[in-house]
């Protein structure tokens, strides 16, 4: 029991001294940053490597890859690939900003390496990386990028909800031109009954049964609809409940091995980088393939358990 209070109490300590580091950081402290990156820097390389791999559209056969070392580069060598280091620019980017940082509030005893890999396992990090990686899927409309050369830029900033401040200084550009142009596109939008347009794009859960395209999401569509049945809604909605009581680690064994396909090897090696373990109390013998699926069954029985209603 002492034990238990003097473990909540480093919690604590550590929430506290995470929470210090990330107000240095927001008010400018160059140090802090650097801590904060070196953080997240494990988490990052991770997920890039990940998804590059998965979305390589055989680019390695033209260009060396800077992220996977035992691809075959192309003969004579070939210019550098820069998916790598700009993916890994994007992921620091957003985990890292102010607007994300603040939000940090060691809730449950949460630190900060948690709440950020949290963010860099989630469906709307990887949805946001995939637009950034092919391309926006949100429709600007043509009125709105006729009002200036940086519109629809503002545009995609106004829809993520950040401010014209920030989106100025992203931009590179003075607040005082981007405060304008966000006005008018606002009234713009206003005067044609769109402002629902800024609201944020849905992330739908990857269980979500018959979920609409993006034009119809958009409201561009005027097609026929139909309501699910009860039974699917009150299904979606125990795994959706049931899946947020899983820990991290749970959330990310099932879906690097389920949804994402990774080889159990992978799965070890990067819970290994992550500093992640199975069991709280954990050896100090890394897991191995068979620990892995036995866990992996578990907290799928689990899961099912509570879906079921079976476990509280």
């Known amino acids: 029991m002492a034990e238990t209070g003097r473990r909540e109490e480093t919690d604590a300590g550590d929430n506290v001294a995470d929470r210090a580091l990330v107000s240095r950081a927001v008010d400018g402290d160059?140090?802090?940053?650097?801590?904060?990156?070196?953080?997240?820097?494990?988490?990052?390389?991770?997920?890039?490597?990940?998804?590059?791999?998965?979305?390589?559209?055989?680019n390695f056969r033209v260009y060396q890859c800077t992220v996977q070392v035992d691809y075959k580069y192309p003969a004579g060598g070939g210019p550098l690939c820069e998916w790598g280091n700009a993916g890994y620019a994007w992921m620091l980017e957003d985990l890292t900003r102010d607007q994300r940082l603040q939000r940090y509030?060691?809730?449950n005893g949460a630190g900060l390496k948690d709440y950020l890999f949290q963010i860099a396992n989630s469906l709307p990090f990887y949805?946001?990386?995939?637009?950034?990686r092919f391309g926006r899927r949100i429709h600007v409309p043509v009125y709105l990028r006729d009002l200036a050369p940086l519109a629809d830029r503002v545009y995609y900033g106004l829809v993520d909800g950040d401010t014209p401040a920030l989106i100025a200084q992203r931009l590179g550009r003075a607040e005082a031109e981007i405060?304008?142009?966000?006005?008018?596109?606002?009234?713009?939008?206003?005067?044609?009954?769109?402002?629902?347009l800024l609201d944020p794009p849905r992330t739908l859960s990857l269980t979500g049964l018959h979920a609409p395209d993006d034009d119809e999401a958009?409201?561009?569509?005027?097609?026929?609809?139909?309501d699910p049945a009860v039974e699917d809604v009150e299904m979606q909605e125990r795994l959706r409940t049931a899946w947020e009581r899983l820990s991290a680690v749970e959330q990310f064994v099932l879906e690097a091995m389920l949804v994402e396909e990774t080889d159990a090897n992978e799965v070890l090696a990067a819970l290994q980088r992550l500093g992640l373990s199975l069991q709280e109390d954990a050896a100090e013998r890394a897991p191995d393939r068979q620990q892995l699926y036995y866990f992996r069954r578990k907290t799928l029985a689990k899961l099912t358990r509570m879906v079921q209603g079976d476990e509280d």
């Open 105 to 107: 509030d060691g809730r």
């Open 179 to 196: 405060q304008t142009l966000a006005q008018q596109i606002i009234m713009e939008l206003a005067r044609r009954n769109r402002l629902h």
């Open 218 to 226: 958009a409201g561009e569509a005027d097609i026929a609809a139909w």
């Open 127 to 132: 949805e946001r990386w995939k637009d950034w």
């Open 30 to 58: 160059r140090e802090a940053r650097g801590r904060i990156t070196q953080l997240v820097d494990p988490i990052i390389k991770y997920q890039n490597q990940r998804l590059c791999r998965k979305y390589c559209h055989g």
